[in-house]
C-alpha cells in the first residue's frame, strides 16, 4: 500500500482517477476469481483482452508448473510475454485439485485459526519460481 501511495504522489494522480483504478482492478480480480462457467467460445473470446476465471483457476492447481502459470488477475498479456501462460490443465479447470499440496491437512483449512497459521507452517515445496528441476 506504501509502494502504490507513493506513486500516486509522485504521478499527482487525482483522487477520482484512483477510484476509479482501483475499482476496476479489483472487479478484474472479483471477477477472474468467481465460481463462474463461461461458454468456451466466449471464454476463448475474453481471454485476448481480460483474464477469465478458468484461465486464472489454473495459477490455483496443485500441481507446480500450473501453479507457477497464470499469474495475472487483469490483462492475460503479461503472462504471454513473460512466458508463464498455460492455456489449461489436463484434469480441466473444475475437476483439478486446487491448493498447495503441503498444506491440505484438514486441521489448518478447516478452521479460521488454521487458516491465519497458513503463512506460518509447512514448506514452500516446488511452489517457488526459481525451483530447480
Do not use: C
Not at 489454473?58 to 500441481?63: G, I, K, L, N, R
Not at 512466458?83 to 483439478?96: D, K, L, R, S, V
Amino acid at each position: 500500500m506504501g509502494i502504490k501511495l507513493a506513486v500516486v504522489a509522485a504521478l499527482g494522480a487525482g483522487a477520482l482517477a484512483v477510484l476509479i483504478f482501483e475499482v476496476l482492478l479489483n472487479a478484474t480480480a472479483m471477477f477472474n476469481h468467481g465460481n463462474i462457467h463461461l461458454p468456451e467460445k466466449i471464454d476463448r473470446l475474453l481471454r485476448l483482452m481480460v483474464v477469465t476465471p478458468d484461465m486464472h483457476r489454473v495459477h490455483h492447481s496443485v500441481d507446480a508448473p500450473f501453479t507457477n502459470a497464470n499469474f495475472g488477475f487483469n490483462f492475460p498479456w503479461w503472462d504471454r510475454w513473460l512466458g508463464t501462460y498455460a492455456e489449461g490443465h489436463p484434469e480441466g479447470a473444475i475437476q483439478m485439485e486446487i491448493g498447495l499440496k503441503e498444506l491440505q491437512d484438514p486441521q489448518h483449512i478447516a478452521t479460521l485459526p488454521g487458516m491465519l497459521k497458513l503463512p506460518f507452517v509447512g514448506q514452500t515445496g516446488e511452489y517457488p519460481l526459481n525451483r530447480r528441476g
